[in-house]
């Protein structure tokens, strides 16, 4: 008996039949494992799952805003439902993307206030920077007996000379570091809650603890006691406690730092060693 024929569809090996088949199997809605989301190294922190009168909501946090996908099904009826019932016909499934803002004008005001007392502090760390840079330049020019009688001491200019670049580069490290703790405090402590245990409402009371009640409640203290000096003894207890703070912050960078560039040079190694 003659063979049955089968077609093949234009710029394919696959027969026609099949495609047909393997088209409505591609339409049909999925199930919950054929679907897997896989967080980008580039994503400032890794994406959640949360489940809201029984649907399922993948939360991608930033900076000022939360991006949503929710899962949602479209039923033979024509209902949008977020979850299925026993006796619910789907036709197709869907993914809705949408953006909620998680700031409010209080957040605002107390970031900003944040921000406004780191920026004090990098400017200190500024004017100290830029005093010992002209320091260090001074004495380059005093042992080269520029300023005096007195005979050049060749020996410590060329010290202080190549020692100059360690001053700048070290120095500019640290304002680097700094200006990045500002953003950093700006944009909600990024930082300190992944290096931190505690939670994140734990990490938010420490960073108000830090900026705002730690000196207020020294400040309270000395002018309860009769101190007339009661405001220098606030506005040290508050330059010390974010001080503190930006040097923990230093740590954490250089200790990131450090064990990327471990971890890197690990895989190169392995890398080498396969070949």
């Known amino acids: 008996p003659p063979k049955k024929a089968v077609l093949f569809s234009e710029g394919t090996a696959e027969p026609k039949e099949d495609r047909r088949a393997n088209m409505e199997k591609r339409s049909s809605p999925l199930e ?9 190294y580039s994503l400032r922190t890794p994406s959640c799952e949360v489940r ?10 930033q900076r000022y805003s939360q991006l949503l996908i929710e899962e949602r099904f479209q039923l033979d009826d024509g209902r949008s439902v977020r979850y299925l019932d026993k006796n619910d016909n789907v036709k197709k499934r869907e993914f809705t993307v949408k953006r909620m803002s998680d700031v409010t004008f209080g ?3 107390l970031r900003l206030t944040y921000t ?4 004090f502090v990098v400017g200190y760390l500024f004017v100290f920077a830029l005093n010992l840079l002209l320091y260090v330049i001074l004495g380059i020019v005093t042992e080269l007996g520029l300023t005096s009688d007195a005979p050049a ?3 410590l200019a060329i010290g202080s000379i190549l020692s100059l670049g360690c001053y700048v580069h070290g120095l500019s490290s640290t304002l680097v570091i700094a200006i990045s703790f500002v953003s950093d405090t700006w944009g909600g402590h990024q930082l300190m809650r992944k290096m931190s245990p505690a939670s994140n409402v734990t990490t938010d009371w420490i960073a108000f603890l830090v900026y705002i009640g730690i000196p207020l409640f020294v400040g309270a203290c000395a002018l309860f006691n009769g101190n007339d000096d009661w405001y220098q003894i606030l506005l ?4 010390g ?6 040097a923990l912050y230093a740590l954490a960078v250089v200790y990131f730092e450090i064990k990327a560039c471990v971890a890197l040079t690990r895989e190169i190694d392995a890398k080498y060693e396969d070949q």
């Open 236 to 239: 040290l207890t508050w330059f």
């Open 107 to 109: 957040l605002l005001l």
């Open 32 to 40: 919950d494992e054929d679907i897997d989301f896989v967080d980008h």
């Open 241 to 246: 406690c974010i001080l503190f703070l930006s």
């Open 153 to 155: 001491n060749v020996s």
């Open 116 to 119: 406004l007392a780191s920026l």
């Open 52 to 61: 809201f009168q029984k649907a399922l909501v993948r939360v991608y946090p």
